[in-house]
């Protein structure tokens, strides 16, 4: 049974970082993508980034590249999202979810492409 448990989520002032980390566990995670979304009040989920476990591959949504990064942990089965310049509008649930690799030619950015979810942390930016 896959489990993905975030943590690190918070209340920030903008402009300020942080990083949140997801703990995998049930199975290796050899071929597999995890991703990162988020999900803020009155919207629908959105995709923010994504990398490939066993290559480290990474893809970003537009509005963070440059801002935040992903990267995993292979040795601590754990994926982080480090998050600078920390905007309000960045305000919102963040989820890592999980997926195998099918097509290793494309990235999958749809809340239908992962099959398994973590329950989320949510991140507070002031203005």
């Known amino acids: 049974q896959v489990q993905l448990v975030e943590s690190g989520g918070g209340l920030v002032q903008a402009g300020d970082s942080l990083r949140l980390s997801c703990a995998a566990s049930?199975?290796?995670?050899?071929?597999?993508?995890m991703g990162w979304f988020r999900q803020a009040p009155g919207s629908e989920r959105e995709f923010v980034a994504a990398?490939?476990?066993?290559?480290?591959?990474?893809y970003y949504e537009d509005s963070v590249k440059g801002r935040f990064t992903i990267s995993r942990d292979r040795t601590k089965n754990t994926v982080y999202l480090q998050m600078n310049s920390l905007k309000p509008e960045d305000t919102a649930v963040y989820s890592c979810?999980?997926?195998?690799?099918?097509?290793?030619?494309?990235?999958?950015?749809?809340?239908?492409?992962?099959?398994?979810w973590g329950q989320g942390t949510q991140v507070t930016v002031s203005s």
């Open positions: 049930g199975r290796t995670f050899t071929g597999y993508v």
């Open positions: 990398i490939n476990w066993s290559n480290g591959n990474t």
């Open positions: 979810a999980a997926r195998n690799v099918v097509d290793s030619g494309m990235w999958y950015t749809g809340v239908n492409d992962y099959r398994y």
